[in-house]
């Protein structure tokens, strides 16, 4: 039975920082895609940023690039989520999804892309 337990988020002012933890088991494969996505009421849910566990395929959203960073613990099967210069639009439910395909995408990364997901965590940022 394949596991996503989530950590981290929390309420924090703008221009804060927060981390982010997923910690994956369950999965049969050895490498697989495993993602941040995030969701706000009343919108669909954006892909954050995915990951291949063999070290290629890596995607970030326009909207956090050069503020959020992705990296991969492979022996601890954790792909934390660092955000810095959080603001008020990043507020959201985070959820982290994995899937044992490699990642693909076109344009943006689509929830449909994958088949196990997290409970979700909050992330709450103030102005």
């Known amino acids: 039975q394949v596991r996503l337990v989530e950590t981290g988020g929390g309420s924090v002012q703008a221009g804060g920082s927060l981390r982010l933890s997923c910690a994956a088991s369950?999965?049969?494969?050895?490498?697989?895609?495993i993602a941040w996505f995030r969701q706000t009421p009343g919108k669909e849910r954006e892909g954050v940023t995915a990951?291949?566990?063999?070290?290629?395929?890596?995607y970030y959203a326009d909207s956090v690039k050069g503020r959020f960073t992705a990296s991969h613990d492979n022996t601890k099967g954790t792909l934390d989520l660092r955000m810095d210069s959080l603001q008020p639009e990043d507020t959201a439910m985070y959820y982290c999804?994995?899937?044992?395909?490699?990642?693909?995408?076109?344009?943006?990364?689509?929830?449909?892309?994958?088949?196990?997901w997290g409970q979700g965590t909050q992330v709450s940022v103030s102005s």
């Open positions: 999804a994995a899937d044992d395909a490699p990642c693909w995408w076109v344009g943006t990364l689509e929830p449909k892309s994958f088949r196990f």
């Open positions: 369950g999965l049969t494969v050895k490498d697989y895609c």
């Open positions: 990951l291949y566990t063999n070290g290629g395929s890596l």
